[in-house]
């Protein structure tokens, strides 16, 4: 072996295939496959990864020598087999791909060092140690009789090894009386590896009997691990889909193998993550993105290490080093978040599929609210379906009632607040139990809306809508951040009577304390829960016994599990309706049906009422009525006719850039040399504006390109994206099954 192929830690599309570099005599026994490496590429020092080591090279000039190995092996072989599938499906730099496997932290960097050596720079952050302290038996040293700090040290450590920090927290001096000690042999230091774990609400998660229906799931899911299937866990919220995983982990853990559990970001909650600590106890590690980067690095590292089985992480935990991996979960599968927004823009649903195909083991997809996408997989016989249709213990999901926004105000109402919902919030509280309210948007208003000619103000620079803050009068761009003062009057036709629309948490906190003297009424969104341990203080605060009502955003739609909650209300469902998306029906459908999961969950019961301007949406009427058939078969149908995923393949190549004539060239450019290899009964919409025209200063025009359910599209684009010539400045991006086109 004297050749290693090394993929470049530079990501340009052109730089995907390996490079060869000779390995000197002095690095062949140290060399492997996954290990970080030095060399020199033009006049610079490259990162690389090692992905084969060979014996012959094709290059027929004098190779060019490694300079250094720069650690431990950061992937093995079936991980750099799943990288090259996601680069050439999402068209992305294999060294991109790649990334996706490194230990969280930085761009990885190689720089010189004083005394000449490469050294790998840029995972930002280093493991940590701390100090230990061991008293060495059968010393002859005795402190001289004023030496009491040293006395003391030594009284401490009769009974077994103390860390610095704890000798140092009891007696004060402890460190300089360490060293004396130290010197003298009657005590010896050790570093010890420490690995930084958040603090984790504790959640108990006593181990159920099971079901008739939890049982056959854990056994299909057991039994697929055998022939590397799929299986979809359609079930309702609160029938116990959480106690299935655990089950089948447990297992898998305890035949010493692995498992990876993916929960949407916005779900990973201190309730959640105490769950699974609590049943799985030291064998979890957790990442997550309001982790500190040492803590997300340690809890990595506990993975790599083969300290832990089981790690439990949003969608970028798909990548953790596990060991013997024989399980995936991902949870609310049906998530958006699921695909990532930056490249290698990769679906982490079919990056699993891909994963278990390669590794084996079995991979399964939890919701109470299926994608289109997997349930058409069900449909033709690539996934497996099990269903939990009863809530565990019993009782019957909540009565879902709608109340018609449009009538209320035309009978003088003009709250954000129908009658019907007052009157029962003021029950409930009434009774001390606890109610959740659900708001699509932040901020105070969603938007001004001029009621007299209908103007909405909008960013100069993003093309969408300002959001109304109450707080100083405000209207800002959650795209850019520009921030204004709202007018007085309508900037076009100067009439006064401009509305604010579309109420947000603010306001409603403000109606919520008049309608609700005495109750708490606590707020949970992005500007409440940023602060590190937010999210874990809001929770705790509502958790406390007493009536309580929870307002908040997307984030409360998921995972609570208070069983004192009798009333849940959707404040307004027709802020989703109205996104311009294929799939908008689709995910207001979900989005109901989770919020309205949040009611009823102890032997109270409850009741959900969710207001709305369309009261006969089909996604409102299958959540009413419990039926999600009213929804997907005129879904279906429509997806089919009019040619949506599932029935037909999407890529959306987006292009953005100062100069707007630039950005129109370059779309137009694409679409030329995509139009003269187009394969038959494949199709381009566009080229045109994007949704969202401008964005940051920056024009966005956008092509769609439609291809039949089981084309390889990613061949195609990455041929035109090779031989297509750029614009200056103009960004290009593929985006294959797109999760949204704005
Ligand atoms: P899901 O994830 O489907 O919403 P969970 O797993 O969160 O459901 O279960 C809902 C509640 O029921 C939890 O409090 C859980 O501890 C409890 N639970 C789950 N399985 C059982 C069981 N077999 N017997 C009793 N309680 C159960
Ligand atoms: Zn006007
Ligand atoms: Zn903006």
């Known amino acids: 072996m004297t050749v290693a192929r090394v993929v470049l830690d530079v990501p340009a599309r052109a730089l995907t295939e390996p490079f060869d570099y000779a390995v000197t005599p002095d690095l062949a026994d140290v060399i492997g496959v996954g290990m970080p490496v030095a060399v020199p590429f033009g006049p610079r020092r490259a990162v690389g990864y090692v992905v084969e080591l060979a014996d012959t090279s094709e290059y027929t000039g004098a190779l060019r020598p490694v300079d250094a190995v720069l650690g431990t092996a950061l992937f093995d072989g079936h991980a750099l087999d799943l990288a090259r599938w996601i680069a050439h499906e999402y ?80 007696i004060a001096g402890a460190a300089a009386a360490v060293k004396a000690l130290e010197r003298a042999g009657a005590v010896e230091t050790t570093d010890a590896r420490r690995y930084r774990r958040p603090d984790t609400r504790s959640a108990s998660a006593p181990r159920h009997a099971h079901t008739g229906e939890q049982a056959e799931a854990v056994r299909r ?100 080093p596990v060991r013997d991996l024989a ?48 349930q058409h997989a069900v449909e033709t016989g690539r996934f497996e379906r099990v269903a939990l249709t009863q809530r565990v213990g019993g009782g019957s999901p909540p009565p879902v009632e709608v109340v018609d926004m449009g009538a209320e105000f035309t009978d003088g109402n003009r709250s954000i607040f129908s009658q ?15 109610a959740v309210l659900f708001l699509n948007r932040r901020g105070f208003a969603s938007f001004l809306l001029c009621r007299e000619c209908g103007f909405v103000p ?66 949970m969104d992005a500007d409440t829960t940023s602060r590190k341990g ?36 959707v404040l307004s469902a027709d802020t989703s309706m109205h996104v311009p998306d294929f799939r908008a029906a689709e995910r207001t459908y979900q989005l109901l049906e989770q919020v309205a999961g949040r009611a009823g969950r102890g032997p109270k019961g409850g009741t959900v009422i969710i207001q709305t301007y369309w009261a006969d949406h089909p996604a409102v009427l299958a959540v009413m009525r419990r039926d999600p058939s009213l929804l997907f078969d005129a879904e279906r149908a429509d997806r089919a006719s009019i040619g949506y995923p599932p029935y037909v393949r999407l890529a959306n190549v987006g292009f953005s850039g100062p100069s707007a004539p630039d950005v129109r060239e370059a779309a137009t450019r694409f679409a030329g040399t995509l139009a003269e290899q187009l394969p038959d009964g494949w199709r381009i919409l566009g080229p045109s504006p994007a949704p969202i025209a401008r964005l940051k200063n920056r024009w966005r025009w956008h092509l769609v390109l439609k291809a039949p359910a089981d084309a390889d599209i990613s061949t195609v684009l990455a041929q035109v994206d090779t031989v297509t010539p750029g614009v200056d400045e103009v960004t290009r991006s593929i985006d294959v099954d797109p999760a949204g086109m704005l």
């Open 91 to 170: 068209v992305a730099p294999l060294s991109e791909a790649l990334r996706l496997f490194l230990p969280p932290g930085g761009a990885p960097r190689v720089v010189r060092g004083a005394d000449g050596t490469w050294v790998y720079e840029g995972r930002q952050t280093a493991p940590v140690s701390t100090r230990i302290v061991t008293r060495v038996e059968g010393h002859t040293f005795a402190p001289r009789p004023n030496a009491v700090v040293q006395r003391a040290v030594l009284d401490a450590l009769s009974e077994g090894p103390v860390t610095l920090p704890e000798l140092s927290a009891e």
């Open 221 to 320: 899911i057991l039994q697929a691990m055998n022939v590397g299937g799929t299986v979809l866990l359609d079930g309702i919220t609160g029938s116990g889909k959480t106690e299935v995983y655990l089950a089948a982990i447990e297992t898998v853990a305890a035949a010493g193998r692995g498992a990876i559990v993916l929960v949407p970001e916005i779900s990973l909650t201190p309730q959640t993550v105490g769950r699974f600590r609590s049943r799985l106890g030291d064998d979890v590690a957790v990442i997550h993105s309001r982790l500190s980067a040492g803590e997300r690095f340690d809890q990595w590292q506990l993975a790599l290490e083969g300290r832990v089985r089981v790690v439990v992480g949003a969608r970028s935990a798909l990548f953790a």
């Open 327 to 374: 399980l995936i979960v991902i949870d609310e599968e049906h998530e958006p978040s699921y695909k990532q927004a930056q490249t290698p823009r990769y679906h982490a649903r079919d990056v699993a599929e891909r994963l278990i195909a390669i590794r084996g083991g079995a991979l399964v997809l939890g919701s109470a609210t299926p994608s289109m996408e997997s």
């Open 420 to 434: 019907r919902l007052r009157t029962e919030l003021q029950a409930v509280t009434g009774r001390g139990d606890k």
């Open 458 to 523: 909008e960013c100069p620079s993003c093309s969408v809508s300002l959001t109304y803050h109450e707080e100083g009068g405000r209207l800002q761009c959650h795209h850019c951040g520009h921030t204004t003062t709202a007018p007085v009057t309508c900037p076009r036709c100067d009439s006064p009577y401009l509305r604010k629309f579309g109420a947000g948490t603010q306001r409603a906190e403000v109606e919520l304390e008049t309608l609700l003297p005495g109750v708490p009424i606590i707020r």
């Open 534 to 569: 937010g999210h874990e203080a809001i929770l705790t605060r509502f958790d406390s016994p007493g009536p309580a009502v929870l307002l908040g955003t997307q984030m409360i739609a998921k995972g609570l599990d208070f069983p004192d909650v009798t009333l849940v209300g």
